[in-house]
């Protein structure tokens, strides 16, 4: 999946960068970043039984997932806009004695920023590559793989030091399945089919 979607990336990382550039014809910071965060929430992809762990049941959310990744600060020369460029990979696990159920996608960040003293509030677009749930071990069999999806992103962060910026964000993307298994034998939901992202999240990125 990463290598299939990071191919599919370039030509959308190109459009990105392309519209990014009537923002940047003036003189601009550019820097390498790196990004982490945590997101929480949105419509139930999957519910499945579990035993052990003290719950008989767990789910995952469409927005649900931890994700890394990198990009590009621009910041214009008058200090106040602020474009990021980003690829990040995010996942998600449900883990049981027996089996595992994952959540990958690969979402593309295209944001624009408005920069105070200590404070950047902006958002734009993200595109999502390759978004898939699949089993593994006695969930092997259950499967759901998404069409690439565009959505948008709201975003405000504090700054220190000019480098590290600590935010909460807020992502709304719609996806639509291509491809839906089961597993008869597994306690669980059919995939939804239709599932929103529509959740919140925490971030942290860092220039160089």
Same mark, same amino acid.
């Given at each position: 999946?990463?290598?299939?979607?990071?191919?599919?990336?370039?030509?959308?990382?190109?459009?990105?960068?392309?519209?990014?550039?009537?923002?940047?014809?003036?003189?601009?910071?550019?820097?390498?970043?790196?990004?982490?965060?945590?997101?929480?929430?949105?419509?139930?992809?999957?519910?499945?039984?579990?035993?052990?762990?003290?719950?008989?049941?767990?789910?995952?959310?469409?927005?649900?997932?931890?994700?890394?990744?990198?990009?590009?600060?621009?910041?214009?020369?008058?200090?106040?806009?602020?474009?990021?460029?980003?690829?990040?990979?995010?996942?998600?696990?449900?883990?049981?004695?027996?089996?595992?159920?994952?959540?990958?996608?690969?979402?593309? =960040? @295209? %944001?624009? #920023?408005?920069?105070?003293?200590?404070?950047? +509030?902006?958002?734009?677009?993200?595109?999502? *590559?390759?978004? !898939?749930?699949?089993?593994?071990?006695?969930?092997?069999?259950?499967?759901?793989?998404?069409? =690439? @999806? %565009?959505? #948008?992103?709201?975003?405000?962060?504090?700054? +220190?030091?000019?480098?590290?910026?600590?935010? *909460?964000?807020? !992502?709304?993307?719609?996806?639509?399945?291509?491809?839906?298994?089961?597993?008869?034998?597994?306690? @669980?939901?059919?995939?939804?089919?239709?599932?929103?992202?529509?959740?919140?999240?925490?971030?942290?990125?860092?220039?160089?």
């Amino acid at each position: 999946m990463a290598l299939s979607a990071i191919r599919k990336s370039l030509p959308v990382l190109a459009l990105i960068s392309a519209a990014a550039v009537p923002v940047c014809s003036h003189a601009a910071d550019v820097r390498p970043i790196i990004k982490a965060g945590v997101d929480f929430g949105g419509d139930t992809l999957v519910s499945v039984g579990v035993t052990g762990g003290g719950s008989s049941s767990r789910s995952i959310s469409a927005n649900d997932g931890v994700y890394v990744g990198g990009g590009a600060s621009i910041l214009m020369d008058s200090k106040v806009l602020e474009v990021e460029l980003s690829a990040s990979y995010k996942f998600f696990t449900i883990h049981a004695q027996n089996g595992d159920i994952d959540w990958n996608v690969l979402p593309l =960040d @295209a %944001l624009v #920023f408005y920069r105070m003293p200590n404070v950047r +509030l902006g958002g734009g677009l993200t595109y999502h *590559l390759g978004p !898939t749930l699949k089993g593994s071990g006695a969930a092997n069999g259950l499967e759901a793989k998404y069409d =690439d @999806a %565009l959505g #948008f992103v709201l975003q405000a962060d504090y700054v +220190l030091k000019n480098r590290f910026n600590f935010g *909460l964000r807020y !992502t709304n993307v719609n996806y639509k399945a291509n491809s839906i298994r089961t597993n008869p034998a597994l306690s @669980a939901t059919t995939p939804a089919a239709n599932p929103s992202t529509n959740g919140v999240g925490f971030v942290f990125s860092m220039s160089f």
